[in-house]
Every structure is written in structure tokens, then in C-alpha cells.
């Protein structure tokens, strides 16, 4: 079920008939190796994040589809969306009106066609209006350049430096903490 829609992209519900392409997009390594938790990514991990956070509503994650069928050319059947990717808000507090927010693009030939730009400004727009947030927050690796430019065109501003991230797997990169207010 489409959430919100853009001009490029509309955002749908995830469901547990995405684990298999969020297991495949979590285990890139172009996506992999920006998150702080780099472990082998499987089906149980996905469906208890499903269950243990998004059935809660601690999360809220929506996969990103382009609207023209066409862009990816993954060649799904001619009444599926194509999905690309997925955004989300974590650690969602209501009394405070906060949450942490995340976007990946998973299949490599879907970067670089502005779909993380729209779905940033989607799910910003999202926070706001459906769920009453306040003000988004992200920590991003500071390496990630093409990251940084997209949640800045999405309008959140660097408010820390965060040296010296420990990651998973043992390695440690620079981080920046980035916020906006909605």
C-alpha cells in the first residue's frame, strides 16, 4: 500500500515478502559498510527487526518503489512495484516528538537517479504530517559524501562531529551527527 507519494518515487509499507530483497541489500557492500552494525544481514534478523520493532511502531519503515516501472529493469511482473531501497525512522519517541532516520538504496543501478533525495523529502514530510515528529536526527559516516549531500538537499544540518564510530565488525570510522527540524 503506497504511504506518500513524489514525483520520482512513492513509499509503500515493507512487509515480511521484502525480507529476502532487504537481506540482499543489507548484505551489499556499498550498503553494508555505511551502517555502524555490519554483520552477515539473514532472514531471522529481518523478520525479528519486523516483529520485535516495526510491529511495535519503534519503527517505522517504508521500501522506496520508483513510480516508472521501467528505472531498474529488475523485470518484476507488470502489477509489482520495483522496489529499490528502504527508509525508516527508529527509536521513535512521541513524548518527545523525535526519531533516528535511515535510507539505504540497495540495488546498485538505482543510485544516482535522485530517489534518496525524494524519498528523504517523502519521509521528512511523512514525520511531520502523519506522525507528529518534531525534529529527525542522523549519524552518518563522514566518507559518505553522496549520503551527506542527499540529507542536505533533504535539509538537515551537521550538529556534531562523531569521531572514532566503533563498528561491528571492529573498525572504526568518523561519524557526523546531522539533524533537522520539522
Sequence with gaps: MKVIEGDKVYLREITYDDTPLVVKWRNN???RNNFIYREVFTDEIHNNWM???????????LII???DAADGGR?????EDNPVGSVYL?????????????IFIGEDDATGHGYGNEAAELMCRYAASKLGLKRLILRAFADNISALKSYEHAGFVKTEDLPKVLCSDGETGDMIRMEKIL
Design 75 to 79: 523485470g518484476v511482473g507488470d502489477n
Design 65 to 67: 518503489c520508483p513510480k
Design 29 to 31: 557492500p556499498r550498503v
Design 51 to 61: 516483529k520485535t520493532k516495526v510491529e511495535t511502531g519503534e519503527v517505522v519503515q
Design 90 to 102: 527508529r527509536d521513535i519517541d512521541m513524548k518527545e516528538k523525535t526519531a533516528e532516520y535511515g
